[in-house]
């Protein structure tokens, strides 16, 4: 039995790909899933209050999600040399609007500026540039940021272990619930918007993390998740994006 406790959610059609074309194409890879759980008296100050915060089991949940990105292009467009590949962090957590679930981001921060100013345009995301390096090592990926903002400053540091596959995520469990959303939300002044996504189901792996210092949660006001992380792994994934549209 599920343990999802907003089961009047429909968690799976939104799985399916929306109609039209994507707006851009773009792989995600080396990621690394990073849960914890949190009061959401916490998140509730941060999030417009037309999104409902999503829970699993009573909990509401935030993440930190650092990867790198590669052939970042519009649909009809090659990719750019210098300016397709970048890394990316983001600090999230999951809300639903009359019964669309989705991502809430606190913070994407990337290496990249005119993926800053684009997003933040186009998408009315809270992007800040930062200075990023990812060093792999086998399957030891070695991650480093900092936020280059006075105003918000932020860091992050980690070192983790891709290990074996797991199977993949069904609904109803944990896992679903974390991973699979195919939907951002995003806000300004009175205005929702909502942009889908699309990609298959993600291909996750166990993780093992051996160095981790963050203040990304905490550079929004947030207080310090207790306990260790929950981790899952995802090598690669090719992923659709869809345009901003009002909710």
Not at 150 to 164: D, I, L, N, V
Not at 165 to 183: I, K, N, S, V, W
Request: charge should be negative.
């Amino acid at each position: 039995m599920s343990k999802d406790d907003t089961e009047k959610i429909d968690r799976l059609s939104i799985r399916e790909r929306p109609e039209g074309v994507p707006i851009m194409k773009q792989n995600w890879g080396k990621l690394l899933f990073m849960h914890w759980r949190i009061d959401k008296a916490h998140l509730r100050p941060h999030i417009p209050a037309g999104l409902t915060i999503d829970t699993y089991d009573g909990s509401a949940w935030i993440a930190v999600t650092p990867f790198t990105m590669w052939d970042v292009r519009l649909s009809f467009t090659p990719p750019v040399p210098y300016l397709s590949d970048f890394h990316e962090l983001n600090v999230r957590t999951y809300v639903h609007h009359d019964g669309v679930p989705g991502v809430w981001f606190f913070s994407l921060d990337t290496n990249s500026l005119p993926s800053v100013l684009g997003a933040r345009l186009l998408y009315r995301l809270p992007y800040y540039h930062a200075d990023i390096e990812l060093v792999e090592e086998g399957a030891t990926i070695h991650y480093k940021l900092r936020r280059n903002d006075a105003s918000k400053p932020a860091e992050f540091r980690a070192t983790w272990t891709a290990g074996a596959d797991l199977p993949e995520a069904q609904p109803g469990t944990l896992e679903f619930f974390l991973t699979e959303r195919y939907c951002l939300y995003s806000a300004t002044d009175d205005t929702l918007y909502r942009a889908r996504i699309h990609h298959r189901p993600w291909p996750l792996r166990r993780a093992e993390l051996s160095q981790f210092h963050s203040t990304m949660i905490e550079s929004h006001g947030l207080p310090t998740p207790a306990g260790e992380p929950l981790l899952h792994y995802a090598e690669a994934l090719a992923v659709g994006i869809w345009p901003l549209e009002k909710v």
